[in-house]
């Protein structure tokens, strides 16, 4: 049976329904998918010269209506804008284990945070379990590692018109990205019970924070070997192992950070709850 516009319907006896056509934004989108896999497998590098329609054509869409209007120079700072998502990159290295590991640790002592010394313990062991996962996830993280040497390889990126559109996106996407992890750590602080001291807030905190992960996974993706764990204070007493990431992310905390008197621990679960 024909549809309204002439073509087969989903009643066809041929039970053929028509593939949804695609918007110009959709096919793009797909070519683009297509080259920042193959940017962060490898297997191309990221250049002005990049092959459009032999990425078109790996990307399965209509080259004609796919390329009209996108120039070799606009695809290319496209491409960087995929590759330096803030919400991409957020979603790589602040990874669901990140978070269950600070969860857990107030789940466990949750009894402890009516008492104001012994908050701070929590604090100091969630610090300690998640941030020494969550620097392990940045520096192996492709999308973090693809995100560094675009920045450090932006005197390289040809016409000085494209490096600073390029430093541009750049900017902004380093802007969104420490919005949105001073936006994180404000939540988490504040669930333990803390507040920014006078003079500090998230975005500091935020800023100061990526530059100690950032700057130090760098080393590591150049070959730094893993550092041996530091021998400090853990919850209730015991001296435990300490990634010296997370011991100078504790450092950044207790300088920027005081108890909040406001704070009230209720709707923490007890251990009875637990498991």
Do not use: C
Not at 44 to 56: A, F, G, Y
Not at 143 to 154: D, I, K
Not at 203 to 215: D, H, K, P, R, S
């Amino acid at each position: 049976m024909a549809g309204p516009a002439g073509g087969l319907s989903a009643s066809s006896n041929s039970g053929v329904v028509p593939a949804k056509r695609l918007s110009k934004e959709e096919k793009r989108a797909r070519v683009l998918a297509v080259t920042v896999e193959l940017i962060e497998s490898g297997e191309l590098p990221i250049t002005v010269e990049l092959k459009v329609d032999r990425l078109i054509e790996l990307a399965g869409v209509p080259r004609s209506s796919t390329r009209r209007g996108w120039t070799n120079e606009t695809f290319y700072l496209d491409v960087i804008r995929a590759l330096v998502d803030p919400e991409r990159i957020r979603s790589e290295i602040l990874d669901e284990e990140s978070v269950r590991r600070a969860q857990a640790v107030l789940v466990e002592h949750s009894v402890l945070m009516a008492d104001e010394g012994r908050r701070r313990e929590v604090l100091r062991e969630t610090v300690r379990e998640a941030i020494t996962h969550y620097f392990r996830t940045t520096y192996r993280s492709v999308a973090w590692r693809t995100y560094a040497v675009l920045t450090a390889s932006m005197p390289s990126m040809g016409k000085i018109h494209i490096q600073d559109d390029a430093r541009e996106i750049l900017v902004a996407a380093d802007g969104q990205t420490a919005e949105i992890f001073a936006g994180f750590y404000a939540m988490m602080l504040g669930i333990h019970g803390f507040r920014f001291k006078s003079g500090y807030d998230a975005n500091i905190f935020a800023e100061t924070v990526m530059g100690l992960i950032g700057g130090t996974a760098i080393r590591y993706t150049l070959g730094h070997r893993e550092t041996d764990p530091l021998r400090l204070a853990g919850i209730g007493g015991t001296t435990t192992d300490w990634h010296p990431v997370a011991a100078g992310f504790l450092a950044i905390v207790e300088g920027m950070t005081e108890l909040d008197p406001d704070f009230r621990p209720e709707g923490f679960p007890g251990p009875e709850t637990v498991g």
